[in-house]
C-alpha cells in the first residue's frame, strides 16, 4: 500500500537555526498537508497545499513557516528560525480530493530545538 | 474558536471490557472522521461519518454521528491488547475546509 514517507525522523537543531522537513506524498494525491504535534498533546493543523499553493493555513503558520513544491515529487516545510516551542512532531499528510476524504499520515519528524 | 473536547481523556480497561470515547464539537461539522494513534505512531485514519445520526460498524468497532451533528462516539466491544492508543475524532474547522482540527483524543490502555 502506497504511503506518505518523510525524512528525516529526527533532527536537531539549534534555536535561530533554519530547518527544513521533507516530504514525499502518495503519488495520485492532490492535497498535501501539515501537522504538529506537541508531546503528549492533540495533533495540531498548520497547513494545506494544492495546485503549487497554500489552500489553507492556521493561525500556528505565521511568517516563520513556509512551504514548497520543489518538484514532483517533495513536499517540504521550512522553519526560518527556530525557537524552543517549535520542539514537536510535525507529520506530513495527503488525501487524493479535499474535503470529506480520509488522509494518509507519514510517520512523522521529531523537531527538537536546542 | 472552534473546540473539539473529547472524553475521557485517558481510559484503563481490562482486557475483555467494553470502551467508549465521545467526541463533543462547539460547532456543527460537516463530517466527522476518527483516527487512531498507536503510542510513537501516527494518525491512521478509521472511519469517516457525514450523515446525521449515522452509525458505522467495523468489526468490533462501532461509530456513531449525533443528530445535531456536533458529537460524535467510538465504542469498542471486548477490547484486545492491539487496541492499545489515542483515538482522535476530528472534522474540518469550517464546512468544505481542507483541513483537519483534531479532538483532545482519549487514550486507551488495555490490561492483560
Known amino acids: 500500500e502506497p504511503e506518505v514517507t518523510q525524512t528525516p525522523s529526527h533532527q536537531v537543531t539549534q534555536m535561530g537555526q533554519e530547518v527544513i522537513l521533507r516530504c514525499v506524498p502518495i503519488?495520485?494525491?492532490?492535497?498535501f498537508y501539515w501537522y504538529r504535534q506537541i508531546l503528549g498533546q492533540k495533533v495540531e493543523f498548520l497547513v494545506s497545499?494544492?495546485?503549487?499553493?497554500?489552500?489553507?493555513k492556521s493561525e500556528i503558520f505565521d511568517d516563520q513557516f513556509s512551504v514548497e513544491r520543489p518538484d514532483g515529487s517533495n513536499f517540504t516545510l521550512k522553519i526560518r528560525s527556530t525557537k524552543l516551542e517549535d520542539s514537536a512532531m510535525y507529520f506530513c499528510?495527503?488525501?487524493?480530493?479535499?474535503?470529506?476524504?480520509?488522509?494518509?499520515f507519514g510517520d512523522g519528524t521529531r523537531l527538537s530545538i536546542l | 474558536g472552534q473546540q473539539v473536547m473529547q472524553i475521557p481523556q485517558y481510559q484503563h480497561v481490562q482486557e475483555g471490557e467494553d470502551f467508549t470515547t465521545y467526541c463533543n464539537s462547539s460547532?456543527?461539522?460537516?463530517?466527522i472522521q476518527w483516527y487512531k494513534q498507536r503510542p510513537g505512531g501516527h494518525p491512521v485514519f478509521l472511519i469517516q461519518?457525514?450523515?446525521?445520526?449515522e452509525v458505522k460498524k467495523q468489526k468490533r468497532l462501532t461509530f456513531q454521528f449525533g443528530e445535531a451533528k456536533k458529537n460524535s462516539s467510538l465504542h469498542i466491544t471486548a477490547t484486545q491488547t492491539t487496541d492499545v492508543g489515542t483515538y482522535f475524532c476530528?472534522?474540518?474547522?469550517?464546512?468544505?475546509?481542507?483541513?483537519?482540527?483534531f479532538g483532545t483524543g482519549t487514550r486507551l490502555t488495555v490490561i492483560p
Open positions: 499528510a495527503s488525501s487524493r480530493v479535499y474535503s470529506n476524504q480520509p488522509q494518509h
Open positions: 503519488s495520485n494525491h492532490l492535497y
Open positions: 497545499f494544492y495546485n503549487n499553493e497554500i489552500s489553507e
Open positions: 460547532t456543527t461539522l460537516s463530517n
Open positions: 461519518l457525514v450523515k446525521s445520526g
Open positions: 476530528a472534522g474540518p474547522s469550517v464546512p468544505g475546509a481542507n483541513n483537519l482540527f
